[in-house]
């Protein structure tokens, strides 16, 4: 730090003279400090997620339509499927691009487009396609578009956790309608349940303590 042998002043920065008398400074300069802070590098590259996220919707579709053509033909499951997968694309893209709170978004969007699914089928007369093909379909795309996005973005367990949770438990929903005979076509289904009882385990054994310690957290325990 430099300081002004007149005044008895210290100078921050690097100044050639002492701003109050013009007198000669000594000590050694500081380097100039950035008049902004500066921006934290970007943990992930939106870019590769972006191209991660429409190659996953092309997947998800390109299953639909097998579903459709292999087993189902002719129903009107498809279209709401299909436009289920490109509200949750454009959700999470959206998402990313204003970098909002992605995880929350995908949750909420899974609730609505499996209500909605249902409250249409049963106004169409009941075909079962919502809970047979919508329901397990739209579980399973959303569980593991919250796992692949919490591994890319590099997110917080804080960010994730009680929302990978909450999608597990509901991802269930599909094997208990299986019982209850409520499910016609138990293959969709029975894939969605193992991937919920897959992914619940792991969050037992691998993350729960960190689970415990966020729903404490969360419900003020």
């Known amino acids: 730090m430099q300081s002004c042998k007149n005044c008895g002043v210290t100078v921050n920065g690097y100044k050639r003279c002492c701003p109050l008398c013009q007198g000669e400074l000594t000590g050694t300069p500081e380097p100039l400090l950035e008049a902004f802070p500066q921006q934290p590098a970007p943990k992930y590259d939106r870019g590769l997620l972006k191209k991660i996220l429409n190659f996953l919707a092309i997947v998800s579709i390109a299953v639909c339509l097998v579903v459709e053509f292999s087993f189902t033909r002719g129903q009107p ?54 809970v047979d093909f919508v329901l397990p379909i739209c579980c399973l795309v959303t569980l593991l578009g919250i796992f692949v996005l919490s591994r890319v973005l590099h997110a917080e367990d ?61 419900m003020h325990i």
């Open 158 to 218: 804080s960010e994730y956790m009680i929302h990978l949770s909450i999608v597990t438990l509901y991802s269930l929903l599909p094997f208990l309608l299986m019982i209850l005979d409520v499910v016609r076509i138990p293959i969709p289904s029975v894939i969605c349940a193992v991937a919920a009882f897959l992914m619940a385990a792991a969050l037992l054994v691998f993350k729960g303590k960190t689970f415990l310690a966020e729903l404490s957290r969360r």
């Open 77 to 130: 499951w498809i279209y709401f499927a299909v436009a289920g997968i490109i509200s949750g694309w454009i959700t999470m893209v959206v998402a990313l691009t204003f970098r909002g709170r992605i995880f929350k978004d995908m949750t909420c969007l899974l609730l609505l487009i499996t209500i909605l699914g249902f409250i249409w089928d049963r106004c169409t007369g009941w075909r079962g396609w919502s």
